[in-house]
């Protein structure tokens, strides 16, 4: 299995265009998360899907964040706009039934 | 919710010195307990984990305890080296969540 894979692996966009993030979890897992992770505020739960179907998106800041599972072998982040206090990593993780946890190896973006 | 503070945020140490991270959790329903190391610019990964109903578990250089009445855990890194130079998070994960709770995290210097 190749794990959890995430593209891009670097983003830099100016200030307001649209930025997409990808996420392929592993295979038969029924969790995925987006994490955000910046030195200032750590590892922040953004949303989780369980079966492709959001459970829990209380951790994402504005309404300019949006995530979409459409199956069960993709999902999407989304900002438009943004700005430059989203620069971060951005983690996509996938969990088994056996509390499993793996992380992507992560989207560095940067807004300037 | 669950709530887990972790000591110290940065940890120095000498080559073959002992390290030690300390992590308290607040909801007594926690039975999950994983530690990930993430090195730079690197995905977290899982080193190792417990279950509430194990009081200790080690795997070659590392080990973890629990101490539910406490609600707190430990990782235990001995004969320290350089490449376990990374940063440690303790997560706590309530039975029926799924969700863990991740600390802030501790950056472990291991100076040669």
């Known amino acids: 299995d190749a794990g959890v894979i995430q593209s891009p692996r670097h983003e830099v966009t100016e200030m307001g265009q649209e930025v997409t993030l990808r996420c392929k979890p592993i295979?038969?897992?029924?969790?995925l998360f987006w994490y955000r992770q910046t030195m200032m505020r750590g590892l922040e739960l953004l949303i989780y899907?369980?079966?492709?179907?959001?459970?829990?998106d209380s951790g994402m800041p504005e309404d300019r964040f949006s995530a979409k599972m459409p199956n069960a072998s993709f999902s999407t982040l989304k900002i438009q706009p943004s700005e430059p206090r989203d620069s971060a990593v951005y983690f996509c993780?996938?969990?088994?039934?056996?509390?499993?946890?793996?992380f992507g190896s992560g989207t560095r973006l940067t807004v300037v | 919710g669950e709530n887990v503070e972790q000591h110290p945020s940065t940890l120095s140490v000498q080559e073959g010195d002992s390290a030690v991270i300390k992590c308290t959790y607040s909801d007594s329903a926690s039975n999950y307990f994983p530690w990930y190391k993430q090195e730079l610019g690197k995905r977290p990964q899982l080193i190792i984990d417990i279950r509430s109903n194990v009081g200790e578990k080690k795997d070659q250089r590392i080990a973890v305890t629990l101490n539910k009445t406490a609600k707190h855990f430990s990782l235990h890194i001995t004969e320290t080296q350089p490449e376990d130079s990374a940063v440690y998070f303790c997560?706590?994960?309530?039975?029926?969540?799924?969700?863990?709770?991740f600390g802030r995290g501790t950056s472990l210097i291991v100076h040669p």
């Open positions: 295979s038969g897992h029924d969790y």
């Open positions: 997560a706590a994960t309530a039975g029926g969540s799924y969700i863990p709770t």
């Open positions: 993780a996938s969990r088994d039934l056996s509390y499993g946890y793996t």
């Open positions: 899907f369980n079966n492709n179907v959001p459970i829990d």
